[in-house]
């Protein structure tokens, strides 16, 4: 309608408006007494980019890319359809986007947001405090943490991602071999597909291709397809062998259980604490399953560089009686079901001598004759 020769839009529900290019163009909005157009250019203007737009607070913003826009103090929207809001920051790769304090958005459809975050590279996305996201289509989240490795994440504290697809958690933890990962406190996996999880100061070196440390402290290797754990004092298995040493440090490899090897280097000790009667501490349960020749357990024993002098035990049983107040102690007891077969206490080749007694009286020939011994010489 028109009102003192002023053409207005009547919002009182009294007359149907109708709206066109033409009549919006025309026509002149205010709001109060103030042109609404006035307003507009008062907070926005176009920036040197095609149809850019910057917040016209005087303080320095540039929207030089196609379409863009660029809100806050001293920022710059330099890409084709970017945005950047906040304090000093930019965004200058084409679909990029920035917010926050001086952060930068570099690469194409790159994204950092916080406080001097930057992603550098193609997809690459940037956010928290001083992160930086310089791999392709890399990840960097927490506090001066760095993903430069082509697809790579990392997030925590002065975290690094090198490798391609690599990944870096927790606290100055560092993944530089493709494919590694590296989680815990001051943790290092230099190799390819290697990793260290939990644990701190723990490292695979280079050469530990396919390797891993599982928590500990100080655990280092560089053994290829291996586990390290740091728990299981002297046990640690590499190649296709089962080790035993004094270092304090396990390694695993799957190879190595298949081969049904145990190599003990030092003393391999079982220490058991019986917890009710007729207890075992090591006990072999076998079935032959209709095989002949079937040990339970065989022993292949070579000798040292003995003398006439010298002895060596290959299985040494040593009984302690101080707690006893009486009773037998057998220290070879052998037990049989009834069956068909010849069963035997001992079994003793043709070229060795049976018993070897030290002292004493090995049994009176009554004794011998009852249980069946039949040479008593």
């Given at each position: 309608r028109t009102s003192g020769g002023t053409r207005e839009i009547d919002l009182s529900g009294s007359t149907n408006n109708i709206f066109s290019a033409t009549s919006i163009s025309a026509t002149t909005f205010y709001s109060g007494s103030t042109d609404v157009s006035d307003l507009i250019n008062q907070y926005f203007a176009s920036g040197t980019g095609v149809n850019s737009i910057i917040q016209n607070n005087e303080t320095g913003n540039i929207a030089s890319g196609l379409s863009s826009i660029a809100i806050g103090s001293g920022t710059t929207a330099g890409g084709t359809e970017s945005f950047v809001i906040?304090?000093?920051s930019k965004a200058i790769g084409n679909f990029s986007f920035s917010s926050g304090f001086a952060c930068l958005s570099s690469g194409i459809e790159s994204f950092s947001s916080g406080f001097k975050t930057s992603a550098t590279t193609n997809t690459a996305v940037s956010l928290g405090n001083s992160t930086l996201a310089s791999g392709t289509q890399s990840l960097a989240i927490g506090t001066s943490t760095i993903a430069s490795g082509t697809d790579s994440v990392s997030q925590g504290n002065l975290s690094v991602a090198e490798g391609n697809r690599s990944i870096a958690l927790g606290n100055t933890t560092l993944a530089s071999?493709?494919?590694?990962?590296?989680?815990?406190?001051?943790n290092t996996s230099e190799e390819s597909r290697s990793a260290t999880l939990g644990g701190q100061q723990n490292?695979?070196?280079?050469?530990?291709?396919?390797?891993?440390?599982?928590g500990g402290t100080g655990i280092s290797g560089n053994s290829p397809n291996t586990v390290y754990f740091p728990t299981l004092k002297g046990l640690y298995i590499t190649g296709d062998t089962l080790s035993a040493t004094t270092i304090n440090t396990q390694i695993l490899s799957a190879t190595s259980i298949s081969a049904n090897t145990l190599l003990v280097s030092g003393t391999s000790e079982i220490?058991?604490?019986a917890k009710n009667s007729d207890d075992h501490a090591f006990e072999i349960d076998v079935n032959a399953k209709g095989f002949g020749d079937v040990n339970a357990q065989h022993i292949s024993y070579v000798t040292g560089a003995i003398i006439s002098t010298s002895e060596e035990s290959v299985l040494?049983?040593?009984i302690d009686e101080i707690d006893s107040i009486g009773g037998d102690v057998v220290a070879l007891q052998?037990?049989?079901?009834s069956g068909n077969t010849r069963t035997y206490g001992m079994g003793i080749g043709a070229t060795i001598k049976p018993i070897k007694q030290l002292s004493g009286t090995f049994g009176d020939a009554d004794s011998i004759s009852a249980n069946t011994i039949e040479n008593t010489s």
């Open positions: 906040g304090k000093s071999g493709d494919d590694s990962f590296a989680q815990g406190f001051k490292s695979i070196l280079p050469g530990g291709t396919n390797s891993v440390v599982i220490v058991h604490f040494l049983v040593n052998v037990l049989a079901t």
